[in-house]
């Protein structure tokens, strides 16, 4: 037991120590084992392509969302454009009732005007409603109005009539006899022969 026992043994402490720390230190540097970095590399190609669905959809979401906004702009232009046709069209409506009830009002006027006409032409019309004694009635102031010398005294009908024109008598006549239902062709000889006479 002399020095080279000791030193045989230094040297089997010393190999016994390194051997003890050695593969601590080699797996503590050496680098991932190889089925684990497959493993990370799937997970992180998974999430990438799930980030990338995401961004296609929000994507897609933002174009429809501006197609939606496009649409409701349309839509809100057209229903101004409405409100404003709308509005105008109202306007019209009151302007053309108004003009209506104005209408309204002047044919009524108008028809109570024409009624109370009829009504003074019927008082001023004769009894039995003959047209021939209203022509005649018409006739008579005209005639009267174109005689150069009035009378200076009131006269009777009859009389005025002998010296008026052959023109009243026969008018008068013809109306005597068409009050008789006398046919045309004697009423015509009739008011000659009687214009004679008179």
């Given amino acids: 037991m002399g020095r080279s026992q000791f030193t045989v043994d230094r040297f089997s402490v010393v190999a016994a120590h390194r051997a003890r720390y050695t593969p601590p230190r080699l797996a503590a540097c050496s680098p991932l084992p190889p089925l684990g970095l497959a493993a990370h590399l799937s997970t992180k190609r998974s999430a990438l392509e799930r980030l990338d669905r995401y961004r296609l959809r929000l994507r897609k979401a933002e174009e429809d969302l501006h197609h939606k906004e496009d649409k409701r702009r349309v839509v809100a232009d057209t229903l101004k454009k409405a409100n404003a046709e709308d509005k105008s069209l109202i306007g019209e409506n009151k302007s053309l009732r108004t003009d209506l009830e104005v209408a309204n009002k002047r044919a009524a006027k108008r028809e109570c005007q024409l009624a109370a006409a009829e009504e003074k032409i019927k008082s001023l019309g004769p009894p039995n409603g003959n047209a021939n004694l209203l022509r005649l009635r018409t006739l008579l102031p005209k005639l009267?109005?174109?005689?150069?010398?009035?009378?200076?005294?009131?006269?009777?009908?009859?009389?005025?009539?002998?010296?008026?024109?052959?023109?009243?008598?026969?008018?008068?006549?013809?109306?005597?006899?068409?009050?008789?239902?006398?046919?045309?062709?004697?009423?015509?000889?009739?008011?000659?022969?009687?214009?004679?006479?008179?």
């Fill in 144 to 198: 009267w109005r174109q005689r150069r010398s009035p009378p200076s005294k009131p006269a009777t009908l009859f009389g005025w009539l002998s010296m008026s024109s052959g023109h009243v008598r026969r008018t008068l006549v013809r109306t005597i006899l068409e009050e008789r239902n006398i046919p045309n062709e004697i009423l015509l000889l009739r008011s000659d022969l009687t214009c004679n006479q008179l």
